[in-house]
């Protein structure tokens, strides 16, 4: 039966997929509507609405509380797109068509050892696709900030910064990460380093959250330099997206910068060994579709690449989420 609830899964993560981009749990955070005042607020079919919900109701996601009358659950709270921890976007993302469509081709990846974003959708890498089809792009990127916040969230409370004076966040995107260490840890100074484009727009997060005046920005690629000087570098889901030689190649270049006894933290997943279940395992086959040389990394195989870049492991915290803080130091 266990099988069984596996091989249908996919049924499920559909449904919801249907309830999320419909928004259902939105216009139900109020109070229970009927079917029909669901189906007109969101221009569906009354009866086949019905009978989704009806099963997701089944799985504890909205409950039937009068005839074709729902309402949310604890679980369907998630679904909603206010709520800190939500779910929405990334029901959206694994279920819109270019990564539905890569998965159904998983075959063809373990056959010829390519992704195969390009018979299928005509461009050599995912964030080609992203950068051609911007609707997808907004769902992917709001996936990502709201998985974000959950991993961040976790990495500050998981992680002793009080010895730091300088971070620097290599990579990281608008801020929102730099943004909640340098919030949490009031005698910190950081530097946001990202592609040019990427952090022009990034001081609207710095200033939200109150810590514009201990973070500036600079724009630039990791694989020609970093800044220079600080005694802790950050780099969060980077290293999964890139192959042991591009790895290699910029974390040299965090190496030459880095301050004498400085860190460098890498927050990754971790790949435990053997059978132990792990988020990461399932996570590494995502990143084996989608990526043409991503991964996630085992700690022998963080060991090997550190290594080759000139850092030792010293130690590796984890936090209440799937994620874990790999901390390493020049050798």
């Known amino acids: 039966m266990r099988l069984h609830q596996m091989i249908t899964a996919t049924w499920v993560a559909q449904s919801i997929y249907v309830a999320a981009s419909l928004g259902i749990a939105d216009l139900l955070k109020d109070r229970p509507k009927s079917v029909e005042a669901l189906a007109?607020?969101?221009s569906s079919h009354e009866q086949n609405l019905y009978r989704v919900l009806r099963a997701l109701a089944s799985v504890e996601i909205f409950v039937e509380v009068a005839p074709r009358e729902f309402a949310l659950t604890e679980?369907?709270?998630?679904?909603?797109?206010?709520?800190?921890?939500?779910?929405?976007y990334t029901s959206m993302m694994l279920s819109d068509y270019w990564h539905w469509s890569s998965w159904g081709d998983i075959l063809y990846v373990i056959k010829?050892?390519?992704?195969?974003?390009?018979?299928?959708?005509?461009?050599?890498?995912?964030?080609d696709y992203l950068t051609k089809n911007p609707?997808?792009?907004?769902?992917?990127?709001?996936a990502m900030t709201a998985w974000s916040k959950i991993v961040h969230t976790a990495v500050v409370e998981a992680y002793d910064f009080s010895g730091i004076k300088h971070i620097v966040d290599i990579a990281g995107g608008h801020g929102t990460l730099i943004a909640a260490i340098l919030a949490a840890n009031s005698h910190l100074q950081g530097t946001l380093f990202d592609l040019p484009h990427v952090v022009e727009n990034a001081d609207l997060i710095l200033i939200k959250e109150g810590v514009a005046d201990r973070c500036n920005t600079l724009g630039g690629s990791f694989f020609e330099t970093v800044p220079e000087g600080a005694d802790a570098y950050i780099m969060s889901h980077i290293v999964?997206?890139?192959?042991?030689?591009?790895?290699?190649?910029?974390?040299?270049?965090?190496?030459?910068?880095?301050?004498?006894?400085?860190?460098?933290l890498?927050?990754?997943?971790v790949v435990p060994l053997a059978?132990?279940?792990?988020?990461?395992?399932?996570?590494d086959i995502c990143m084996m579709i989608m990526y043409r040389a991503g991964k996630e990394r085992t700690v022998d195989e963080y060991h090997e690449l550190l290594a080759a870049a000139g850092?030792?492991?010293?130690?590796?915290?984890?936090t209440a989420s799937p994620i874990s803080v790999i901390e390493a130091v020049c050798v």
């Open 40 to 42: 007109r607020e969101t």
């Open 75 to 88: 679980m369907a709270q998630y679904l909603r797109s206010d709520v800190p921890g939500s779910l929405r």
């Open 112 to 127: 010829t050892g390519e992704p195969p974003m390009k018979h299928l959708h005509n461009v050599d890498e995912t964030f």
């Open 135 to 142: 609707e997808s792009g907004e769902i992917f990127n709001n």
């Open 240 to 264: 999964h997206d890139w192959g042991d030689e591009n790895c290699i190649r910029f974390l040299k270049n965090i190496h030459q910068s880095i301050a004498k006894e400085g860190k460098l």
């Open 266 to 269: 890498i927050v990754e997943m």
């Open 275 to 283: 059978n132990e279940p792990h988020f990461g395992k399932l996570m």
């Open 311 to 318: 850092f030792k492991m010293t130690r590796i915290i984890p």
